[in-house]
């Protein structure tokens, strides 16, 4: 919300709907310019009181319920973008500024490596996490970075993954999951027939392949073992949906393009990647992802 300025015009909620100027009513187009104080009192629960420092004593009053709400909610939200000023700022101080000429010619074009898929999950910044500078990827989040086959028709995620493969020419799709994923907790715990208009439902049914041979291959474990599962096998079950696009498929096969698969543990602070044997995968009939390469860093 905008700080109020001095010389705006607006209706006070003290007033009887006459215009004013923080509780000087205008008269004879003068301006009487007053100001505002607030401060919190800790001998009541209403905490802040409103008062002008010219103005009759009539409209100096407690504020309550709504209105206290929505005067903390202000300060909140200001104290919450200026941090996000004082980050900018400092962006631009230290790395922008210190970088002129790469930024500069960024401004002219992109020319990324990779293409990565993430979860939307706050907690997960493939930036941060795997240090990507500006320009150096692609990226596109949803929830618990899922990819729909081509049959699925249009979305969000396939038309970035067309424009960084077709456009950008990117050489590596690079699907990133997670751990305690609230998207594969809940394709875990729907249920199979339930009619719903839910659209995280509508979405995390993309990966009901990796449900069903989680539910096959860790049927004994507990469910939050078997949603850590589920995590790693949604990421093969979205490797494995690339290949249905025909311009992906035909760039792996030509050995341009390399589909890999991330998985970050937040709670230990560890990352798993692997690559797509696309050979393999091909030799077992596209149902189940064969890799290689497969790192741990830790």
């Given amino acids: 919300m905008a700080a109020l300025q001095p010389t705006s015009l607006s209706k006070h909620p003290l007033s009887s709907g006459t215009p004013t100027i923080f509780g000087s009513k205008v008269q004879s187009g003068d301006l009487l310019p007053t100001q505002f104080r607030f401060w919190t009192s800790f001998r009541s629960k209403t905490g802040v009181k409103l008062k002008a420092s010219a103005e009759p004593p009539a409209l100096t009053r407690e504020l309550k319920g709504d ?3 929505g005067i903390m909610e202000m300060e909140s939200g200001c104290d919450l973008f200026d941090k996000l000023k004082n980050g900018f700022l400092s ?3 230290h790395k922008y500024m210190e970088n002129l000429e790469c930024y500069q010619a960024l401004a002219k074009g992109q020319a990324p490596k990779f293409m990565v898929i993430a979860c939307a999950d706050s907690r997960v910044c493939p930036s941060t996490i795997l240090g990507f500078e500006p320009g150096e990827a692609f990226m596109v989040r949803n929830v618990a970075n899922m990819v729909p086959t081509y049959e699925s028709g249009p979305s969000e995620t396939n038309a970035a993954l067309e424009f960084a493969v077709n456009s950008l020419e990117v050489e590596n799709v690079f ?5 305690c ?3 594969i907790r809940a394709l875990m715990s729907m249920q199979d027939k339930a009619e719903s208009s839910s659209f995280i439902r509508s979405w995390v049914i993309v990966g ?3 449900k069903l041979s989680t539910k096959a291959a860790a049927s004994n474990l507990s469910f939050d073992q078997q949603c850590t599962h589920c995590e790693k096998e949604s990421i093969n079950n979205s490797l494995l949906n690339l290949l249905t696009y025909p311009w992906i498929e035909e760039k792996v096969k030509k050995g341009m393009l390399s589909l890999h698969g991330g998985y970050y543990d937040f709670v230990n602070c ?3 990647k692997w690559t797509l044997d ?4 091909i030799m077992n009939g596209k149902n189940r992802v064969v890799v290689k390469d497969r790192l741990f860093w830790c």
Avoid at 175 to 179: C, E, F, L, M
Avoid at 278 to 281: A, D, I, L, T
């Fill in 278 to 281: 696309y050979k393999g995968s």
């Fill in 270 to 272: 560890t990352f798993e």
């Fill in 208 to 210: 009901k392949n990796a």
């Fill in 175 to 179: 699907i990133i999951g997670h751990s």
């Fill in 91 to 93: 962006f631009k101080s």
């Fill in 67 to 69: 209105e206290l709400k």
């Fill in 181 to 183: 994923c609230g998207g």
